[in-house]
């Protein structure tokens, strides 16, 4: 069974300190890892999909990487609009279907002005 | 504007009276995918859907049922609703091979 766990559960930062947030991963074959990020009451906005160990994606001021048990996603110099709860899910190829997902339970995370 | 849509958006029912939710998107996805995010628990997969009249079971698919008629629409149905699936209900699409899932807005349902 795929599971993924995230942290920490919550986040909070000064504006312009930078920190990562990380999502280990047990999956018996993956085929993706993908973050996305969530507004309150809005559903999940797709960020990035990683595919194998030692990639990276940059997008403005998030960095997301991957390593064979976890993905890291590097905020620099963080914004109050960058304030979100941040979500992890994995896709394995090991006896699932292609369309199964399995979601972390997020980190939110506060950055203060 | 591409977009997925539901409806409703905010639903409270009563225990065992039969409801759906209807899904609806306009970029001519393969894959759609409902979800429901409960607190401390996550975003989980109920049900998922890879063309039309192909359709699979997610982590929590008990107490639901989907159906794939057409390939804009993916309702998702309770037959006989419990207060155990009181939630927030996300549906959800995308291209195949392409894992960039569009999300809905979300629908609150409370069950009493």
């Known amino acids: 069974e795929d599971q993924v766990t995230q942290s920490p559960e919550a986040l909070r930062l000064q504006e312009g300190e930078s920190s990562s947030l990380n999502c280990s991963y047990t999956v018996s074959g993956l085929r993706g890892l993908f973050w996305y990020r969530q507004d309150p009451g809005k559903g999940p906005e797709f960020l990035f999909t990683l595919y194998s160990a030692g990639e990276e994606k940059e997008k403005e001021r998030l960095k997301a990487t991957l390593t064979k048990k976890e993905s890291f996603l590097h905020i620099t110099a963080p914004k109050p609009e960058d304030s979100a709860t941040y979500l992890c899910?994995?896709?394995?190829?090991?006896?699932?279907?292609?369309?199964?997902?399995?979601f972390g339970q997020g980190t939110i995370l506060t950055v203060h002005p | 504007e591409a977009q997925v849509t539901q409806n409703p958006r905010y639903l409270i029912t009563v225990t065992g009276k039969k409801l759906t939710v209807t899904c609806s998107q306009n970029m001519n996805h393969e894959y759609m995918s409902w979800y429901r995010q409960d607190p401390g628990l996550g975003l989980r997969q109920i049900y998922y859907?890879?063309?039309?009249?192909?359709?699979d079971k997610g982590d929590v698919p008990e107490g639901y049922k989907v159906s794939r008629k057409e390939k804009r629409n993916f309702p998702l149905i309770l037959e006989s609703p419990s207060p155990n699936q009181t939630s927030l209900y996300f549906c959800?699409?995308?291209?195949?091979?392409?894992?960039?899932?569009?999300f809905g807005p979300g629908t609150r349902l409370t069950v009493l």
């Open positions: 859907s890879m063309n039309v009249e192909v359709t």
């Open positions: 899910a994995v896709q394995g190829t090991g006896g699932t279907s292609y369309g199964k997902l399995t």
């Open positions: 959800a699409s995308s291209l195949i091979g392409n894992n960039e899932q569009f």
